[in-house]
């Protein structure tokens, strides 16, 4: 089993920035492919950004392209989710998410509907 727990929401203004980070607990994290969903009121979960089991490789949803970034430290135990020139339409509550191993080795960065673990949530509010 693994717990996950999501810091450094908070509200700021359109075009400022925040970081998320998540670590895990229970068991480590490196084994596991790692992502990032958001849920706004009155919409669906929305799964917005995820990175790879082995390597680097990262997908990101179209509306955050080139405003977030993903990524893991060395011990890949924590991840990071950098938010630059945040826009209201951002506002919701993020989850961390972990996805267990495929059983072989693959560097392609994990499919929406493989993660099975999330965390409680932060949110993140942006004011225009």
């Known amino acids: 089993q693994v717990q996950l727990v999501e810091t450094g929401g908070g509200l700021v203004q359109a075009g400022e920035s925040l970081n998320l980070t998540c670590t895990g607990s229970g068991r480590t994290l490196d084994n596991y492919a790692l992502g990032w969903f958001r849920h706004a009121p009155g919409k669906e979960r929305q799964f917005i950004t995820g990175i790879s089991w082995i390597g680097d490789s990262q997908y990101y949803t179209s509306s955050v392209k080139g405003r977030f970034t993903i990524s893991r430290n060395g011990a890949k135990d924590i991840l ?49």
């Open 80 to 128: 990071f989710l950098q938010m630059n020139s945040l826009k209201p339409e951002d506002t919701a509550v993020y989850y961390c998410a972990a996805a267990p191993p495929r059983g072989y080795a693959d560097y392609n960065p994990p499919e929406e509907d493989e993660f099975r673990y999330w965390g409680q949530g932060t949110q993140v509010t942006v004011s225009s």
